[in-house]
């Protein structure tokens, strides 16, 4: 039973952390219908901006947000390549994904991973020391969900203000932004921007549960992220008053399920990659078969 | 009177357009071609395919640039000036019923966001609830209903309820000119007379110039207060005033034979 809920513990923490990446995942894929790969790129980002900016004494928190700047930066220059210099929305996301490779041997010092053990991180600085020892034993599924609460309220809201409302049509008909006498590229970049954002914030996350930045956190992170927003949006889109950022994180916390009762099944780790191609393949055959996306793909 | 009132409101001078230029599929579609619109004015524009109809309502809206010459609005230069900026003066309601709206927003979404057409979109509430009864006021207007529906996606809607709504929203704000792109020539017969009719109404109400292409003779003829028959990029027909009002459609369909006599069709 024990081994259960320790089991479930991390399902549920490692679910949380990926949702925030499934989140911006689902802004730039479902919302401006871009498949982004720049993600790879911007996860491990996200990571190593936050052991740097950690070893170097900065708090852990202010930590987080330079981490989402950097992403949103880094999504920005996707959506200027795509946009601005016309090049393919694929390609543009490998460039960037190819570029961050470097930018983050930089930002570590050359290091493949750079650790910061024993600093300071949001799950042991702060406001945290003051929960109840109860709670503190579970302080990572605590604060990871209290993240992805926070992240999921945000981007509720903001989808629901005039830039917000902007961006969803910017995906649907772009057309429709020019008329309203917006530029659809500017508000595409933007989009990228915060799904980027969302994704570094992920790594972040992640890197200070494990106190460390691994520069190769970032492979496969397209796959996971998309598998979740296809599995989450695809199983509970008939539950109608949840909102797609929840079906998003649901999706993140059901994919991370899957993938640990492979393991506990027997499944050898490095067949991890190969069964999560697997899964995405599934999501995305049985979205084409429901014919939903098909429709949107004809409009 | 001012005396900017007998200046054109559009202008387009000395406009050269080619199509896949230096292949073999090039073709002049414009040579020198000089067309002025005036404030106040109801133009139908009609012609065969070719002929140049949708070009011309291209580049006034700047979808597309001229190879030469230049466009002007109330005088000033607007020939470089991007689609999207030329929107807050241009108002177009377009063929495909989808291209007017937002399938996923809601009437009232859609409403609101044309509503703040020339103001910044910031990250204030997306949706005034203060200009609800405005707005179902405009969709009243329409007497398809649509004032009970504001919370339904127009992706819900039916061509003619959408193409209905996409004239409420090109014309929410106000606009210097009306550009209708064939706009009921993918709707059913009662749609289409619907929203034909609807048009002519904003138009009439709201003091508006507009400029429709229609390939509806019956429309060309009925509607508006100039007609205009294009061929192979110039005007074969312009006629408005007491002219306009002569014509039938007996006329146009004979010079519209002859011309394609002439081209051998």
Known sequence: MTIFLGQAETVLREGFIYSLMAMGVFITYKILDFPDLSVDGTFPLGACVTAALINGGINP??????????????????????????????LSGILVMTAMWSVNLI??????????????????????RLLPDGLYRHRYVVVTFLLALAVKLLLDWFLRTKQGLLLRSAGDNSQYVISLGKDPGTVKILGLALGNGCTALAGSV????????????????????????IMGTSLFRRISFLRSTTMAVLGAVLYKACLQVALQLGLPPHYLKLLMALLLTAALLSQRLSGKKGEKSLA | MPETINLPLVRLEHICKAFNPRTVSETDLFRDFSFSIREGEFISVVGSNGSGKTTLLNLLCGSIPPDSGAVFLREREIT???????????????????????????ILENLSLADNKGRPFGLSRGVDKKRLDY???????????LEDKVELPV???????????????STMTPIDLLVLDEHTAALDPNSSENVMYLTDKVVRDKGLTAIMVTHNLRYAVEYGSRIVMMHAGRTVIDAAGEQKKSCAIEDLLKVFNEISIECGN
């Open chain 1, 206 to 229: 992640l890197a200070q549960v494990g106190e460390n930045a691994d520069v190769n956190s970032g492979k496969g992170m397209v796959v996971m992220a998309l598998a979740a927003v």
């Open chain 1, 61 to 90: 928190w202010l930590a987080l947000l330079l981490s989402f700047l950097a992403g949103s930066l880094a999504g920005s220059l996707t959506g200027v390549l795509h946009v601005r210099l016309r090049i393919t929305d694929l």
């Open chain 2, 80 to 106: 470089r000036m991007p689609e999207y900026r030329r929107a807050a003066h241009i108002g177009r309601v377009f063929q495909d019923p989808m291209k007017g709206t937002c399938p996923t927003l809601t």
């Open chain 2, 155 to 169: 992706g819900a809607l039916s061509g003619g309820q959408r193409q209905a709504l996409a004239l409420l929203i």
């Open chain 2, 135 to 145: 707005y179902k006021s405009q969709l009243e207007l329409l007497h398809l209903g």
């Open chain 1, 107 to 128: 930002i570590t010092g050359k290091s493949a991973i750079l650790q910061f053990f024993n600093r300071p991180t949001i799950f042991t600085w702060g406001v945290i």
